[in-house]
């Protein structure tokens, strides 16, 4: 199992922002697809976003237009920008990778998980 680091978790109040970092040093070019999955208290596990090798994102409908999903390929990391937060985001958020087609936002097809980093949202 290649590991995968997750930063930049918190506690936040509601309306503020927060970064994301992932390091995907051991597999970052090998992967096609990377993405974010969250998990709240009680629930199962959620795609947030994923991005392909190209570039393209996939976001799901609860986090379009306030999350972001990049990846800078010079320093082997994937990234996370969440805007406008909300209570209901509080999670654990996990970085994750699969290094074959497809890109989507199933859980189950992600092969590679990281320990993940846990934000918390205050009203």
């Known amino acids: 199992q290649v590991p995968l680091v997750e930063s930049g978790g918190g506690s936040v109040q509601a309306g503020g922002s927060l970064r994301l970092s992932c390091d995907a040093s051991?597999?970052?070019?090998?992967?096609?697809?990377m993405g974010w999955f969250r998990q709240a208290p009680g629930k199962e596990r959620e795609g947030v976003a994923v991005i392909d090798s190209d570039g393209r994102t996939n976001y799901a409908d609860s986090v379009k237009g306030r999350f972001t999903i990049s990846k800078d390929n010079a320093k082997n990391t994937l990234y996370l920008q969440i805007a406008n937060l909300k209570p209901e985001d509080t999670a654990t958020y996990y970085c994750a990778a699969r290094l074959y087609r497809p890109c989507t936002l199933g859980v189950y097809e992600m092969e590679h998980w990281g320990k993940g980093t846990l934000v918390t949202i205050s009203p």
């Open positions: 051991g597999l970052f070019y090998m992967t096609y697809c």
